[in-house]
């Protein structure tokens, strides 16, 4: 079973391009620095900060500080949640079960087609 308010936590967290950057960031330097992580992205340190609190509060990233240096780790199993989701669709689409009907009736779907 998918858990809804879970996933809407991760897509929360997910829906702005400097945290994608963040976490692409992340994938090629694994541990980066938060210093690091301001001069990559090309914020403010604040915004920065802001956007890693964000990552930080839906499990995504992970901080530890190591004075004077806080680095910074992806959590790949929390979007465990996320990543169900997205398979399940995708299996769905690919075995024929998500067949671009959108909207059913008692006399039969409506097709995209058909909706043109």
Known sequence: MI??????????????????????LLMSQ??????DIVDA????QSTVSEHLRILKQA??????????????ALN???L????AL???ITARAESGTLDGAICCVPD???TKEDAK
């Open 3 to 24: 858990d809804g308010e879970r996933v809407a936590a991760l897509a929360r967290a997910l829906a702005h391009p400097a945290r994608i950057r963040i976490i692409a």
């Open 41 to 44: 992205v090309g914020l403010a």
């Open 86 to 88: 997205l398979a399940e």
């Open 30 to 35: 694994p541990g980066c620095i938060g210093g």
């Open 59 to 72: 499990g995504v990233v992970t901080g530890e500080i190591t004075r004077p240096r806080v680095c910074y």
């Open 108 to 110: 039969g779907c409506i």
């Open 80 to 83: 465990a949640p996320l990543a």
């Open 76 to 78: 790949p199993a929390a």
